[in-house]
């Protein structure tokens, strides 16, 4: 059973990586846009010299890029976890499996227990 949860959990963490590596490599080669979550108007600040307007294109654009790279991040961060999980259960099945294999009355094998 823990082989199965653990192959499952690593290939979860291993899809996790990949979908996130996917989309940001192909929203910065401008294949797939940025979904647009932040919206702003034209910026106009108020100098001695008179109003400057600053237009909000380069700003939204930077600041949704930012965001997703900051949530595609999040997602490979979250996937090595779970690929971590799955091998720390795989590592564990086989612990076991090694340790129902050992011979108790075998002191070379009561050496081997030792060092584990």
């Known amino acids: 059973m823990h082989k199965i949860l653990g192959y499952l959990l690593l290939c979860t963490g291993l899809f996790l990586i990949f979908f996130a590596g996917n989309g940001v490599y192909k929203t910065f080669i401008r294949q797939a846009p940025v979904a647009q979550i932040v919206k702003m108007g034209d910026i106009t600040a108020h100098t001695t010299q008179g109003a400057i307007t600053v ?3 380069g700003i939204n654009t930077l600041a949704n890029t930012v965001l997703f790279a900051v949530l595609m991040q999040l997602l490979v961060f979250a996937g090595a976890h ?4 799955g091998i720390y259960l795989l590592k564990t099945e086989r612990i076991y499996d090694a340790l129902s294999q050992l011979d108790l009355t075998d ?3 009561l050496k081997t227990l030792k060092k584990l």
């Open 82 to 85: 779970v690929a971590r999980l």
């Open 55 to 57: 237009p909000a294109d």
């Open 107 to 109: 002191k070379d094998d």
